[in-house]
DNA sequence: GCAAATTTTTACCGAATGGACAAACGTTAG
DNA sequence: CTAACGTTTGTCCATTCGGTAAAAATTTGC
């Protein structure tokens, strides 16, 4: 991305403010989308004043720029991890366990990406064309190779990888209408075992009846 | 919801202008957001100025409630539709083909959803609660009344349904980052044909090889 | 064809927003 | 202790935004 020629060199408060800045845009941004949030919000969210807020980070993209290197490093970690090595169904069981604790576990990262996607991709539509589409097809040639040995049933490696981040994401994006569809009655906790056991049966087994 | 009371009585401009608004609204709205929309740039899209606009909608959230009354009626009727009668497993393919084909037709109208939700459904949150919650735990009545036959495989109805929202409102919603993977090589007719027989064999079958 | 009703334009307003700037205040190294 | 540096605050500004008011232009009903 940008070169690191320039070495920030940053003060023992400026690593602090700047960590409380992100959390707090993080939570607006989220929420509100770039356009929908205001460098006032986040301030406020990270008890701040505005101009102390643009000390540390001298434009409202700036923020948003920081946040979004952070989560896409972070956020396709585990389809990096997602090897060839060991039992295929074991293997793919496994990414979709590790996506839907992501999905449980930073909800607001996942909801900051759907609101980029949503809105066009427009600051990182050359990773997605770039890094993210090779990755995909790197780790959609092993699943090829998977169902071609018989591994697993022959179908369209690139929509399964699709609709595995679709079911997992949701829980994350869509969780204001999860939780008001399944009502009070069953925490988060039980929510997502839940979810977990499906989405288990559906990749695996599918529902027709055996 | 709002009392009929008062009835309209609409000019012919009156209407033909109210959904050129419309029209031009869903596209400005789906892509960035209520909040990061502006009545200018609908008013612009529409083809007219911003005090001409305010004379047919006297708020910018006229409109947003409008489109999103609107949107509910016809967002829902491929859930209303599925029914009991039929085949189950054929029953569960025809909805999932019915959504996608939403899906690939309706986009502007599944983000503006998506924008809605992901924002914590400040608008809509009622009719979730209720309209919405019962329509889905009626459905899963029915599902599971499947699963007690022996029709389909037992596991969690509601959560089967979310993952037929999630699979195919991903391919409007995050349209963007399917095309960047794909590629420019297969056309929006492929791309739906291939996650149309994709989706059809995760359902059913699952990634069990038999 | 014309009066009444409807539609469009022009000009404007107050509030919110992103951001600049310098003065005041704290912190820290020597 | 103090000078240098880092941080915070108060004030201000230009622009954009949602929305209003009234005049001008157009359409409609008779």
């Known amino acids: 991305m940008t070169s690191p020629a320039a ?14 800045i992100l959390e707090a ?6 929420t509100h989308g770039f356009r929908g949030s205001t460098i006032d919000q986040i301030a406020e969210a990270a008890g701040m004043s505005k101009p102390n807020l643009l000390y540390y980070f001298r434009r409202k ?12 490093d972070t956020w396709l970690a585990p389809l990096r991890e997602f090897d060839n090595v060991g ?18 576990d930073y909800p607001r990262e996942s909801r900051l990406f759907a609101n980029e996607i949503l809105q066009g991709a427009p600051r990182i539509m050359p990773m997605l064309e770039g890094e993210l589409k090779q990755l995909v097809d790197e780790k959609a040639q092993v699943i090829k190779g998977w169902m071609r040995d018989g591994k697993i049933a022959p179908t369209d490696p690139w929509h399964l ?16 209408q999860v939780r008001a569809v399944l009502g009070p009655d069953r ?3 039980g929510r997502f075992e839940d979810a977990a056991r499906f989405l288990e049966h559906l990749f695996l087994e599918g529902l027709r009846p055996r």
């Open 161 to 176: 990888i699709f609709s595995i981040w679709a079911t997992t994401q949701h829980y994350a994006d869509f969780d204001t």
């Open 7 to 20: 070495a920030p060199k940053r003060t023992r408060i400026q690593r602090e403010k700047r960590e409380l």
């Open 187 to 189: 925490g988060s906790e």
């Open 87 to 104: 039992d295929p169904l074991t293997e793919l069981r496994g990414y979709i366990r590790r996506k839907l604790e992501m999905a449980r």
């Open 61 to 72: 993209e700036d923020i948003h720029e920081t946040l979004m290197q952070r989560l896409l």
């Open 25 to 30: 845009a993080l939570d607006i941004f989220s």
